[in-house]
């Protein structure tokens, strides 16, 4: 206590070194308390509103590779369900889906999950408002209720109690509103914050009528539906129901058949992964960048130290005849050391306090980023419990590096010349440091400023790549008219008028239809072989795309033509046109125009080539362009919209939705944006690195900066009675 109250009237008599010393370490601590309390908020948090998430497992689909994992289908979550029963207490199953919903205004995009009766109750949730899905409501026609999350009931209802039994609309189909869940619960995604809950019979009534979407859902294992998330009992473990899951599997032949060849025994298993919020692949990559961001934040966190550290030896140099006097009436080395330690502590929590305030400011920053292509933009993040754990053990390990050299240093002195008047030349032991402090500073500033440089560079590189289409001037507009209940003759009726009136919209230069970009989350792969040679195979990622496709994307036909309108109308049209990448793997030797392509899957057909388009780049933009096949969109029912157009991309996505709502007023279309926006989002990670070493390298600069000006004014200031 003695020791604390010292370090305290110290500082208190000294405010501008202590001050400086303070903002220094803030800085180091706020950094690394910001970027830790981002990770925590995306990959370290428990899922939030969920009882006892430790018990909680995912269960998915496994390659034999253990390289990818997918969603389960719904008989096979049935048949885990069912036979997993020593180690889980329970299993339930949620599909996420996004769908338009209106509450008396126009329709606004929400995320939606579809799920069994049994979701929230294994999860812990109790609604606070209403009830949960009742057991009957799991039956085919057993109506539309619908669960909606606290934010939705604030935002749209008032916090209104009397919501029960309300109507509102989901891609224009009613549901009836019969619970709101309580005020922090999202689902199963730790970014995804879904917003409304509806059943798998619920589901089925937004299908069209020539779908039996129950069907596909609940008797094919063929039909992915979601994850399968269990809880397990008290004192099982995952590997327990990991082993007892591989004995239900090995007994049923037709286990996870949706990758599977006809015939073939599925080589996809059931595999059990801890906690739910993260995909496996997704928990990979955010560990990845979190090391990478910590390990730049921790860099700058020792430039703070060594900054503070020379401030403070500075410091002890000036008290050198104070701590002489000290230890000639009595006082010990280790007395000097401790209360010195105990001056850097003081220091180093009040930065800590500052910090902790930084951190709170700079996550407020972070609101609307995106960390990794791989998710949403990251909203809410606050602080919790472990981020201020965290930011204790920062200050206390900071306290600790940087005030120790320093003490032991400044407590060996020379009694009989530090207590003469005029004498006050540094000791070897203080230069040494002194000149150590400035190189460690000097270096990691070096080291934060190429790393920046790199990261920047290579950002510029990637932008300076011809991506293969031009992506300034279009807007997107995804489109699925069967989800708001159009059968599959209306649906590609819709697709039709709509890309016709886009196309004589007033301002818009082309329009075209396509299945999916390169760009795109999803897509399709065929493979192909030569008549004369079937047993060599070509995999092309592959699409339909209707006639002047490549002029409204910018993509050169560098040998023989687009599509024909006849063709685009012909469903038995056997042709194709080929990326110059697919042309060089299959056609080594010779013009690939004329020459035939067997499709093998996911159907045999024979086809001709007709053009060869340019190389297109997609999410993986430094990468060589993969192969590309597109085939004629012959009426299509569900895709996208390009459009190309001079006029800004605001007025662009009102003029889709004004041909959308005169086509038909329930039926819209979503993701309106433009293309640049896929191609950021690719870029996530490089931006996210490039703007942030950035700035912890100019930080990084300036303290460096800093505590060489420090160094130099306290040895100028030794020498003065020199001169």
Same mark, same amino acid.
């Given at each position: 206590?003695?020791?604390?109250?010292?370090?305290?009237?110290?500082?208190?008599?000294?405010?501008?070194?202590?001050?400086?010393?303070?903002?220094?370490?803030?800085?180091?601590?706020?950094?690394?308390?910001?970027?830790?309390?981002?990770?925590?908020?995306?990959?370290?948090?428990?899922?939030?509103?969920?009882?006892?998430?430790?018990?909680?497992?995912?269960?998915?689909?496994?390659?034999?590779?253990?390289?990818?994992?997918?969603?389960?289908?719904?008989?096979?979550?049935?048949?885990?369900?069912?036979?997993?029963?020593?180690?889980?207490?329970?299993?339930?199953?949620?599909?996420?889906?996004?769908?338009?919903?209106?509450?008396?205004?126009?329709?606004?995009?929400?995320?939606?999950?579809?799920?069994?009766?049994?979701?929230?109750?294994?999860?812990?949730?109790?609604?606070?408002?209403?009830?949960?899905?009742?057991?009957?409501?799991?039956?085919?026609?057993?109506?539309?209720?619908?669960?909606?999350?606290?934010?939705?009931?604030?935002?749209?209802?008032?916090?209104?109690?009397?919501?029960?039994?309300?109507?509102?609309?989901?891609?224009?189909?009613?549901?009836?509103?019969?619970?709101?869940?309580?005020?922090?619960?999202?689902?199963?995604?730790?970014?995804?914050?879904?917003?409304?809950?509806?059943?798998?019979?619920?589901?089925?009534?937004?299908?069209?009528?020539?779908?039996?979407?129950?069907?596909?859902?609940?008797?094919?294992?063929?039909?992915?539906?979601?994850?399968?998330?269990?809880?397990?009992?008290?004192?099982?473990?995952?590997?327990?129901?990991?082993?007892?899951?591989?004995?239900?599997?090995?007994?049923?032949?037709?286990?996870?058949?949706?990758?599977?060849?006809?015939?073939?025994?599925?080589?996809?298993?059931?595999?059990?992964?801890?906690?739910?919020?993260?995909?496996?692949?997704?928990?990979?990559?955010?560990?990845?960048?979190?090391?990478?961001?910590? *390990?730049?934040?921790?860099?700058?966190?020792?430039? !703070?130290? +060594?900054? &503070? %550290?020379? =401030? #403070?030896?500075?410091?002890?140099? /000036?008290?050198?005849?104070?701590?002489?006097?000290?230890?000639?009436?009595?006082?010990?080395?280790?007395?000097?050391?401790?209360?010195?330690?105990?001056?850097?502590?003081?220091?180093?929590?009040?930065?800590?306090?500052?910090?902790?305030?930084?951190?709170?400011?700079?996550?407020?920053?972070?609101?609307?980023?995106?960390?990794?292509?791989?998710?949403?933009?990251?909203? *809410?993040?606050?602080?919790?419990?472990?981020?201020? !754990?965290? +930011?204790? &053990? %920062?200050? =206390? #390990?900071?306290?600790?590096?940087? /005030?120790?050299?320093?003490?032991?240093?400044?407590?060996?002195?020379?009694?009989?010349?530090?207590?003469?008047?005029?004498?006050?030349?540094?000791?070897?032991?203080?230069?040494?440091?002194?000149?150590?402090?400035?190189?460690?500073?000097?270096?990691?500033?070096?080291?934060?400023?190429?790393?920046?440089?790199?990261?920047?560079?290579?950002?510029?590189?990637?932008?300076?790549?011809?991506?293969?289409?031009?992506?300034?001037?279009?807007?997107?507009?995804?489109?699925?008219?069967?989800?708001?209940?159009?059968? /599959?003759?209306?649906?590609?009726?819709?697709?039709?008028?709509?890309?016709?009136?886009?196309?004589?919209?007033?301002?818009?230069?082309?329009?075209?239809?396509?299945?999916?970009?390169?760009?795109?989350?999803?897509?399709?792969?065929?493979?192909?072989?030569?008549?004369?040679?079937?047993?060599?195979?070509?995999?092309?990622?592959?699409?339909?795309?209707?006639?002047?496709?490549?002029?409204?994307?910018?993509?050169?036909?560098?040998?023989?033509?687009?599509?024909?309108?006849?063709?685009?109308?012909?469903?038995? /049209?056997?042709?194709?046109?080929?990326?110059?990448?697919?042309?060089?793997?299959?056609?080594?030797?010779?013009?690939?125009?004329?020459?035939?392509?067997?499709?093998?899957?996911?159907?045999?057909?024979?086809?001709?080539?007709?053009?060869?388009?340019?190389?297109?780049?997609?999410?993986?933009?430094?990468?060589?362009?993969?192969?590309?096949?597109?085939?004629?969109?012959?009426?299509?029912?569900?895709?996208?919209?390009?459009?190309?157009?001079?006029?800004?991309?605001?007025?662009?996505?009102?003029?889709?939705?004004?041909?959308?709502?005169?086509?038909?007023?329930?039926?819209?279309?979503?993701?309106?944006?433009?293309?640049?926006?896929?191609?950021?989002?690719?870029?996530?990670?490089?931006?996210?690195?490039?703007?942030?070493?950035?700035?912890?390298?100019?930080?990084?600069?300036?303290?460096?900066?800093?505590?060489?000006?420090?160094?130099?004014?306290?040895?100028?200031?030794?020498?003065?009675?020199?001169?």
């Amino acid at each position: 206590g003695r020791d604390i109250r010292l370090a305290v009237r110290s500082a208190v008599r000294r405010p501008g070194y202590a001050l400086a010393v303070i903002a220094t370490l803030a800085i180091g601590i706020g950094a690394n308390t910001a970027i830790f309390s981002l990770f925590n908020w995306i990959l370290f948090r428990p899922l939030p509103g969920v009882s006892k998430p430790g018990e909680l497992v995912t269960i998915k689909y496994q390659t034999a590779k253990r390289d990818s994992d997918y969603f389960v289908s719904f008989r096979d979550y049935a048949d885990l369900r069912d036979n997993v029963t020593t180690s889980l207490l329970g299993l339930a199953a949620a599909a996420p889906r996004k769908m338009d919903l209106s509450v008396g205004g126009d329709p606004e995009r929400i995320d939606t999950e579809v799920v069994t009766i049994n979701y929230l109750s294994l999860l812990g949730v109790q609604p606070t408002v209403g009830r949960d899905f009742l057991r009957t409501e799991e039956q085919p026609g057993s109506g539309t209720p619908v669960i909606i999350s606290h934010r939705l009931w604030r935002r749209s209802f008032g916090s209104d109690e009397g919501v029960l039994g309300r109507t509102l609309r989901l891609n224009g189909r009613p549901f009836t509103i019969v619970g709101v869940v309580p005020a922090g619960f999202q689902g199963r995604s730790a970014v995804t914050a879904a917003d409304l809950w509806l059943t798998i019979p619920g589901n089925a009534t937004l299908a069209s009528a020539d779908t039996n979407v129950a069907d596909l859902l609940t008797s094919r294992r063929s039909t992915m539906f979601g994850d399968a998330i269990g809880r397990l009992r008290p004192g099982a473990s995952i590997e327990q129901a990991q082993a007892e899951s591989d004995a239900v599997v090995a007994r049923i032949p037709d286990f996870a058949t949706a990758l599977s060849m006809p015939g073939r025994r599925s080589e996809l298993s059931a595999a059990f992964y801890p906690g739910v919020g993260h995909d496996q692949n997704t928990k990979e990559v955010l560990t990845r960048v979190f090391r990478l961001m910590m *390990g730049a934040v921790g860099l700058l966190l020792l430039l !703070a130290c +060594a900054n &503070a %550290a020379n =401030l #403070l030896l500075a410091r002890a140099t /000036a008290r050198r005849r104070e701590i002489a006097v000290c230890q000639a009436i009595g006082a010990s080395r280790f007395r000097v050391i401790r209360q010195q330690l105990a001056e850097g502590l003081v220091l180093s929590a009040a930065a800590g306090v500052l910090g902790l305030g930084l951190a709170a400011w700079l996550t407020w920053l972070f609101d609307g980023m995106r960390i990794v292509s791989l998710l949403p933009a990251v909203t *809410g993040v606050a602080l919790d419990w472990r981020v201020c !754990a965290f +930011a204790v &053990a %920062a200050t =206390l #390990l900071t306290g600790l590096i940087f /005030a120790a050299a320093p003490a032991v240093v400044s407590s060996r002195v020379d009694l009989q010349s530090s207590l003469k008047d005029g004498v006050t030349s540094s000791r070897g032991g203080r230069r040494l440091l002194r000149g150590t402090l400035v190189t460690l500073q000097v270096t990691v500033s070096v080291v934060l400023l190429v790393a920046a440089g790199l990261f920047i560079r290579t950002l510029q590189n990637i932008r300076g790549l011809d991506l293969g289409v031009e992506s300034e001037s279009i807007v997107s507009a995804s489109i699925n008219p069967s989800r708001f209940g159009a059968n /599959a003759q209306r649906s590609s009726a819709y697709v039709r008028e709509l890309l016709e009136g886009i196309r004589n919209a007033p301002g818009v230069t082309t329009a075209a239809f396509t299945w999916t970009t390169s760009f795109s989350s999803s897509r399709a792969n065929a493979v192909y072989t030569r008549p004369e040679d079937p047993m060599t195979a070509f995999q092309a990622a592959t699409t339909a795309v209707s006639p002047g496709f490549f002029a409204t994307m910018g993509i050169p036909l560098i040998a023989g033509r687009d599509f024909t309108d006849a063709e685009a109308r012909d469903a038995n /049209a056997a042709v194709v046109i080929i990326s110059h990448a697919l042309a060089r793997r299959a056609f080594p030797n010779g013009s690939p125009i004329g020459s035939q392509l067997t499709l093998r899957f996911p159907k045999g057909k024979t086809v001709e080539v007709v053009g060869v388009a340019g190389d297109v780049r997609g999410k993986a933009v430094t990468t060589d362009p993969e192969p590309w096949s597109y085939t004629p969109a012959v009426d299509p029912t569900w895709g996208t919209i390009q459009v190309r157009s001079a006029l800004p991309a605001g007025q662009v996505v009102a003029t889709i939705r004004d041909v959308a709502r005169r086509i038909d007023p329930i039926i819209a279309p979503h993701d309106i944006e433009g293309f640049g926006a896929s191609v950021n989002r690719a870029l996530s990670e490089q931006r996210l690195f490039a703007r942030t070493s950035g700035i912890f390298a100019l930080v990084a600069a300036v303290l460096a900066g800093i505590g060489i000006y420090g160094m130099m004014a306290g040895a100028v200031a030794e020498r003065r009675k020199e001169f």
